[in-house]
């Protein structure tokens, strides 16, 4: 299949680009800029430049595949609502090039929106479109494509990482640097479900392969890393001092972070293993943060 495939040139589409060409697929890949369109050729992908700002142009580049797989978004997480309403209306505009087929649509969102709540795993049957997250913007927009007749499924997101990024961890290390102390909320048993990138990629290729209308996948290895653990690691990775911050005052030690430090948000993926024999494989989060090299940052 041709495979447009948006956030080609970022951390997980990178990955991607190689698991799908794998797979005899072609892939289409987007990037904004001349130095992303010639890390794509050299990958063997055929670039399309476009922006998320365009749903538009990008929606030109969807009308030309037979599958979208997308996973480009904003991670300017200080405007993160803001960023979540731009990525239903690239979802939008995506779903509607594809109108009037069965071509498959992968859209990404996270495993926190199917969270039962409780302190339970969040599961892949779990939707509740008024879930108070931003992020359900992507998956209200799914579902309303899917009652269009668009074949979209989801795949729901954790911390993805390798040595070198950590999703919401990286900003949490950014942030330690800069105040000379790693905080953590309350008690720290609150915990994040995680991934290897690697098995992350390969999952987006499995679920293409085996794509299903309207299935929502976890990408999940490690269903819950406590985040006094993972304090403690990127303490020691630092040289810094690790201590406890009370909730209410994580607002005024970690800035936009505070929305999500002290969150609950352990998940299931034996849904999703079972239906597509998928079987991660890569190193879990608390040993990619201790093999990092803590002199550099991730650009």
Same mark, same amino acid.
């Given at each position: 299949?041709? =495979?447009?495939?948006?956030?080609?040139?970022?951390? /997980?589409?990178?990955?991607?680009?190689?698991?799908?060409?794998?797979?005899?697929?072609?892939?289409?890949?987007?990037?904004?800029?001349?130095?992303?369109?010639?890390?794509?050729? #050299?990958?063997?992908?055929?670039? =399309?430049?476009?922006?998320?700002?365009?749903?538009?142009?990008?929606?030109?580049?969807?009308? *030309?595949?037979?599958?979208?797989? @997308?996973?480009?978004?904003?991670?300017?997480?200080?405007?993160?609502?803001?960023?979540?309403?731009?990525?239903?209306?690239?979802?939008?505009?995506?779903?509607?090039?594809?109108?009037?087929?069965?071509?498959?649509? /992968?859209?990404?969102?996270?495993?926190?929106?199917?969270?039962?709540?409780?302190?339970?795993?969040?599961?892949?049957?779990?939707?509740?479109?008024?879930?108070?997250?931003?992020?359900?913007?992507?998956?209200?927009?799914?579902?309303?494509?899917?009652?269009?007749?668009?074949?979209?499924?989801?795949?729901?997101?954790?911390?993805?990482?390798?040595?070198?990024?950590?999703?919401? /961890?990286?900003?949490?290390?950014?942030?330690?640097?800069?105040?000379? =102390?790693?905080?953590?909320?309350?008690?720290?048993?609150?915990?994040?479900?995680? #991934?290897?990138?690697?098995?992350?990629?390969?999952?987006?290729?499995?679920?293409?392969?085996?794509?299903?209308?309207?299935?929502?996948? @976890?990408?999940?290895?490690?269903?819950? =890393?406590?985040?006094?653990?993972?304090?403690? *690691?990127?303490?020691? %990775?630092?040289?810094?001092?690790?201590?406890? /911050?009370?909730?209410?005052?994580?607002?005024?030690?970690? %800035?936009?972070?505070?929305?999500?430090?002290?969150?609950?948000?352990?998940?299931?993926?034996?849904? *999703?293993?079972?239906?597509?024999?998928?079987?991660?494989? %890569?190193? %879990?989060?608390?040993?990619?943060? #201790?093999?990092?090299?803590?002199?550099? *940052?991730?650009?």
């Amino acid at each position: 299949m041709r =495979v447009f495939l948006t956030g080609a040139t970022g951390f /997980i589409g990178s990955r991607i680009v190689p698991e799908l060409l794998a797979r005899g697929h072609q892939v289409l890949g987007l990037t904004r800029s001349e130095e992303g369109a010639r890390a794509l050729e #050299a990958a063997g992908a055929e670039p =399309v430049h476009g922006t998320l700002e365009d749903p538009a142009g990008l929606a030109r580049g969807a009308a *030309t595949a037979d599958a979208v797989i @997308h996973t480009a978004f904003d991670h300017d997480f200080s405007r993160f609502a803001e960023n979540c309403e731009k990525d239903r209306r690239v979802i939008a505009a995506l779903g509607a090039a594809l109108a009037g087929s069965d071509r498959p649509f /992968i859209i990404t969102s996270g495993t926190a929106i199917g969270s039962t709540g409780h302190g339970e795993l969040a599961v892949e049957t779990a939707v509740d479109l008024s879930h108070p997250n931003p992020r359900i913007a992507s998956e209200q927009e799914g579902a309303a494509l899917l009652d269009k007749g668009v074949s979209v499924a989801v795949m729901r997101l954790p911390q993805v990482h390798d040595t070198r990024r950590q999703g919401l /961890i990286s900003p949490f290390i950014d942030m330690a640097r800069q105040q000379g =102390v790693v905080a953590y909320v309350g008690d720290g048993a609150n915990r994040w479900a995680a #991934a290897h990138v690697g098995d992350v990629a390969r999952l987006y290729a499995l679920a293409l392969d085996g794509h299903e209308a309207g299935a929502r996948y @976890h990408a999940v290895d490690e269903e819950g =890393v406590a985040m006094r653990a993972v304090a403690e *690691t990127i303490g020691r %990775g630092l040289g810094l001092p690790v201590r406890s /911050i009370a909730p209410d005052a994580a607002s005024d030690a970690l %800035g936009w972070l505070a929305m999500f430090a002290g969150l609950d948000m352990p998940a299931s993926s034996a849904w *999703t293993r079972a239906k597509l024999g998928w079987q991660p494989a %890569g190193p %879990g989060l608390l040993e990619d943060l #201790a093999a990092m090299d803590y002199r550099e *940052t991730p650009q």
